[in-house]
């Protein structure tokens, strides 16, 4: 089996690195590419803060740099490859007078809306309604559209540089039959001068005339409660800097930030993977998490809150009765054979999807 990636999962990565291979008796061999295949270099990589964007005045998605870079490339006929792994016009829509937040009355999350349609919809369970005119709390005219997404990015790319030519992916656009290789394939023929899209324009294309990338939002991915939260982000990053500048014609990319101190996004500018997995580990370490412990993740739903939450509770405290029974219950803090630590039950992040409650449980074991 050959596992490859220009940003290997931990994982995988520690597990190559380790003397012996892991205990299923295998051998992973580690075979590094310093060099791109073609021998073009990498791009040069700026991260721009967009706190001291919006302290200069400048209340725009588009950094000054990222929109004089687009600018030049239409100048010149080049191509740039635009990254926000948000699809949609806004992230949620709220009445400023009485905070009325629109959410879905299937799942525990904010609507989001879609200007092409004109509604607001449900990413999780596909849950669609009309866009309010009015708030339907109190009335007031006072709606508004919060945050960014892929539509909204379009729209604004067509204000600021009239007649610019925009091929949007995103599950929105890609949704039928040969879409995805339609688009790709129209922008390979120069038909567009921007490809913007979400996680789908990160990966794996290959364009000559794409010398520009820019990342609108870096940070969209840091907020999640996940601990490979950093790992994904960075991942993410990289692969998609790696657009730019693969012929003949150097490379650009622009990393717009408001946490741009964050060190995923600090080693990804620079390319630099071994660093990042340097520091990640180190707090995977400390906080006992993958690759230095196994994760198993129980989710249990129910239409029924309290039942729901009773058969967690039970759930949980059979399975640390048993694991006492056996012996492997431990301490994740002492270095044991067998430490095994049951976190839980507690809400999911999303509580509620398809109007059934979730809890979770969390065991963590390192054997």
């Not at 380790?18 to 990589?45: C, N, T, Y």
């Not at 006929?77 to 926000?84: A, K, R």
């Not at 839980?344 to 074991?365: D, E, H, L, T, W």
Request: aromatic share 8%; hydrophobic share 35%; with cysteine.
């Amino acid at each position: 089996v050959i596992l490859g990636s220009a940003t290997p999962s931990l994982e995988s990565y520690h597990a190559a690195r380790s003397a012996g291979g892991d205990h299923r008796g295998f051998a992973p061999v580690l075979l590094e590419m310093k060099q791109r295949p073609s021998g073009s270099r990498l791009p040069g990589v700026q991260i721009v803060d967009m706190r001291e964007e919006l302290k200069e005045g400048n209340r725009s998605m588009f950094s000054r740099a990222l929109h004089r870079g687009i600018s030049a490339r239409l100048e010149r006929g080049e191509q740039t490859v635009l990254f926000l792994n948000r699809r949609g016009y806004s992230t949620f829509v709220m009445c400023r007078t009485c905070g009325y937040v629109a959410g879905c009355p299937e799942c525990d999350i904010s609507l989001t809306y879609h200007q092409k349609s004109n509604n607001l919809r449900c990413h999780y369970c596909g849950y669609a309604e009309a866009a309010p005119s009015v708030c339907p709390e109190c009335g007031s005219e006072h709606i508004r559209y919060f945050g960014t997404g892929t539509q909204r990015v379009e729209a604004e790319l067509a204000k600021l540089f009239p007649g610019i030519r925009v091929i949007r992916m995103d599950v929105d656009t890609t949704s039928e039959k040969g879409a995805h290789e339609r688009l790709l394939q129209a922008f390979r023929e120069k038909k567009g001068d921007v490809l913007l899209g979400t996680q789908m324009v990160a990966k794996g294309l290959d364009f000559p005339d794409v010398t520009l990338v820019g990342v609108i939002a870096a940070d969209t991915a840091l907020n999640f409660p996940d601990f490979r939260a950093a790992e994904k982000t960075f991942q993410l990053l990289t692969q998609v800097a790696g657009r730019a500048g693969r012929h003949q014609l150097p490379g650009e990319v622009f990393i717009q930030s408001y946490m741009p101190e964050h060190y995923s996004i600090v080693h990804a500018s620079g390319h630099d993977y071994l660093s990042f997995v340097r520091e990640e580990l180190g707090h995977r370490k400390a906080l006992h998490y993958p690759p230095y412990s196994r994760l198993i993740l129980v989710t249990l739903s129910h239409e029924k809150l309290p039942l729901l939450l009773r058969m967690a509770e039970n759930f949980a405290g059979d399975l640390r009765a048993k694991a006492q029974r056996l012996g492997w219950f431990g301490s994740l803090d002492r270095f044991t054979p067998a430490a095994l630590d049951i976190l839980g039950p507690v809400a999911s992040p999303i509580p509620r999807i398809k109007n059934r409650y979730r809890f979770q449980c969390m065991v963590k074991y390192r054997g």
